[in-house]
Nanobody
């Protein structure tokens, strides 16, 4: 059974940085993405990194967040810099065997449990 486990969340001041990790077990996924969900809001796309090709980012995080993967460790990362209070949310790792470059949660079969990121002074 495939499983995703996130880590790296926490409390950080505005302008600070955090790096999230997502370890996949059970198989290697073509697509590994990051979504986030703030209280009272829908889950939204943040970034996608496939095995091949360029990464994709939401406009709100372009230039500040970087998605990467270490295939040897079967792990995806989300480096978050210049964090803003509006980045506060639960961040989820999502994965799928497909290569559709989707920004929709419904297109990802596997999900992690989420990790809280809070940006506050």
């Amino acid at each position: 059974q495939a499983q995703l486990v996130e880590s790296g969340g926490g409390l950080v001041q505005p302008g600070g940085s955090l790096k999230l990790s997502c370890v996949a077990s059970g198989r290697t996924f073509v697509s590994m993405a990051w979504f986030r969900q703030a209280p009272g809001k829908e889950r939204e796309f943040v970034a996608l990194r496939r095995l091949y090709g360029s990464p994709y980012y939401a406009d709100s995080v372009k230039g500040r967040f970087t998605a990467s993967r270490d295939t040897a460790k079967n792990t995806a990362y989300l480096q978050m810099n210049s964090l803003k209070p509006e980045d506060t949310a639960v961040y989820f790792c999502a994965a799928d065997e497909g290569n559709s470059a989707s920004a929709y949660p419904r297109d990802y079969k596997y999900w992690g449990q989420g990790t809280q990121v809070t940006v506050s002074s």
